[in-house]
Nanobody, 127 residues
């Protein structure tokens, strides 16, 4: 069983930055990791998917140029650096791990299944 724990969420003003972390108790070396978010009353949306090697990253068009996904397998941690935050970026952010690579997942992340999910962390963007 792989336990994922998100951290780094909080409340920021529009234009601000946050860095989320997703840390596992065990090795993430062979897992592709996705970040999802869900705002109240909206469908869950995939933000990004990073391959097990870190060499391939899928990103939602809504965050391109503002969010960066990276991984440090020596720390069993995946990062989501969020810059230029907008009110529409607010929601609960989840990380998810799966042995299937990102290339096997759908283009928009809808309907994808993952082996493990974190508990989620709140991100609030408001003035």
């Amino acid at each position: 069983q792989l336990q994922l724990v998100e951290s780094g969420g909080g409340s920021v003003q529009p234009g601000g930055s946050l860095r989320l972390s997703c840390t596992a108790a065990g090795s993430l070396t062979f897992y592709a990791i996705a970040w999802y978010r869900q705002a109240p009353g909206k469908e869950r949306e995939r933000v990004s998917c990073i391959s097990s090697s870190g060499g391939s990253i899928k990103q939602s068009d809504s965050v391109k140029g503002r969010f960066t996904t990276s991984r440090d397998d020596s720390q069993n941690t995946i990062f989501l650096q969020m810059n230029g935050l907008k009110p529409e970026d607010a929601g609960v952010y989840y990380c998810a791990a799966d042995r299937l690579p990102c290339s096997y997942k759908s283009e928009d992340g809808v309907g994808d299944e993952y082996d493990y999910w974190g508990q989620g962390i709140q991100v609030t963007v408001s003035s």
